[in-house]
Every structure is written in structure tokens, then in C-alpha cells.
């Protein structure tokens, strides 16, 4: 028994702290953050029944929001005593990393764009996307719901390629650190398409890099906002041909 207790000995505070609260947010946001819990729990009130698509999916953006990024920013901010730059929350340390993940993102923009279009036509993700079927009705939907969007890839970024990638920093290789993250950010999207859970892992492994290389989760987060943003409107387009 006592050598069972001591695998639990010598661990480093912040990123035990990291670990163990990923292990149970995460299973909270499978369960309680998925869109059903509020249909289930929720889905007689008036607005929910009138929209229920666009209520369940802003639960979830409001889930991610605050369990994935605020939460996380005040254990940071107060527990950690550090300031959220350390946790990718900046541009960078200086103007090579704001070269590269500007060079990153322009990139990605143009080479995205026309992949997602041809992918938006995959039977698989019609069933998926768009989250909210009246997103592409009009300009008004499309802006409110991509704004609204950005609340959910802010707590994603932050928290698996923030704050689980930059409390490992020294003390296990790069390569582990993005894969401690990719490997629970793939997870996650169980049940969304088969091509969407390979990207999650090819996401999981460049974001986490570029978040690394840049000490910036800023430039990782706009490329997966773009991303998600057109595969509503470009999934609108396949399905609502006018």
C-alpha cells in the first residue's frame, strides 16, 4: 500500500492542477455541456421550443466559455499567480512570433477555404452542420451566430492549447506536451463526422505547435474560428441550395 501512495508523490502543482481539472471538466462537458442536457432539462421553455437548435448549441458555447476559458483564466491568474500572457494569451514575445502566426493564418485562409467548401458537400457533415439551420438565411443570422461562435473557440483554445500545453512547458519534450492535448481535444469529437475526428487530430498537432512556437493561442484560435464559420455557411449553401 505505501508503495501505491507514493505514485502519487513529488507531482508539480501547476500541472497536476491542469490535469486533474481537464479530467473532470472534461467529462462534465460530454455530459452536462452537450446540447441535449438543456433540451432534456430546459426544452419546454417558450424560446427553447420556438429555436431549439440555436438555444442547445449557445448552452453549449456558453459551457465552453466558461469552464474552458474563465474558470481556467482565474486559476491562472490567482492560483498559478501568473498572468494570462504565460498561458498564450498575447501575441507573442516578440516580432518573429507575430510574423509567424500572421504568416500562419493568411495561410491557412487561403488553403482552408476551398477544402471546407468541397467537405461541406460530405452527406456525413450535412447531417452535422449547421449547427443552427436558419444560420445561413439571412446576413443578420449568419453575423449574430459566427460572433457568437467565437465564445465557444475561445474556450477551446484557451484551454487545450492555453492551459494544458503551457503549464507542461519544461517538463516533458514539445512533442508530448501537444500531444497530452491533442489526444483528449480528438476524444471530444466522438460522434461528429469521421473525416472531423482526423482534422481534430491534425488540428490538435499543428495548433499545438503553432501555439508553442508563437506562445500564442491567439493565431490557432482565428484559424479555428474561420474554419467553423465556413463550414456553417458552406454546409447552408449545400443543404439550402437556392
Request: aromatic share 22%.
Amino acid at each position: 500500500m505505501k508503495k501505491f501512495w507514493e505514485q502519487f508523490k513529488g507531482f508539480e502543482k501547476e500541472s497536476a492542477t491542469v490535469l486533474l481539472y481537464a479530467s473532470v471538466i472534461l467529462v462534465l462537458f460530454a455530459y452536462q455541456g452537450h446540447p441535449s442536457f438543456l433540451l432534456k432539462h430546459w426544452g419546454n421553455l417558450p424560446a427553447v421550443k420556438a429555436m431549439p437548435d440555436f438555444y442547445s448549441q449557445m448552452y453549449r458555447f456558453f459551457f465552453s466559455f466558461v469552464f474552458f476559458f474563465i474558470i481556467p483564466a482565474l486559476i491562472v491568474r490567482f492560483y498559478f499567480k501568473k498572468p494570462l500572457k504565460s498561458y498564450g494569451l498575447s501575441l507573442g514575445e516578440n516580432k518573429d512570433d507575430i510574423k509567424f502566426g500572421v504568416y500562419f493564418v493568411v495561410l491557412s485562409f487561403i488553403v482552408l477555404a476551398p477544402l471546407l467548401y468541397i467537405n461541406a458537400a460530405s452527406p456525413d457533415f450535412l447531417k452535422e452542420y449547421p449547427l443552427w439551420k436558419q444560420v445561413g438565411k439571412n446576413a443578420g443570422n449568419y453575423f449574430l451566430w459566427i460572433f457568437l461562435y467565437l465564445f465557444y473557440y475561445i474556450g477551446w483554445e484557451f484551454f487545450f492549447r492555453g492551459f494544458m500545453q503551457f503549464s507542461l512547458i519544461g517538463k516533458i519534450a514539445p512533442f508530448f506536451i501537444i500531444m497530452m492535448q491533442t489526444l483528449p481535444s480528438t476524444v471530444v469529437h466522438i460522434g461528429k463526422p469521421e473525416g472531423e475526428m482526423f482534422s481534430a487530430v491534425i488540428a490538435g498537432l499543428v495548433f499545438g505547435a503553432v501555439a508553442l512556437r508563437t506562445k500564442s493561442i491567439i493565431y490557432p484560435l482565428l484559424v479555428h474560428w474561420y474554419v467553423g464559420a465556413l463550414t456553417e455557411l458552406f454546409c447552408y449553401v449545400h443543404l439550402f441550395p437556392k
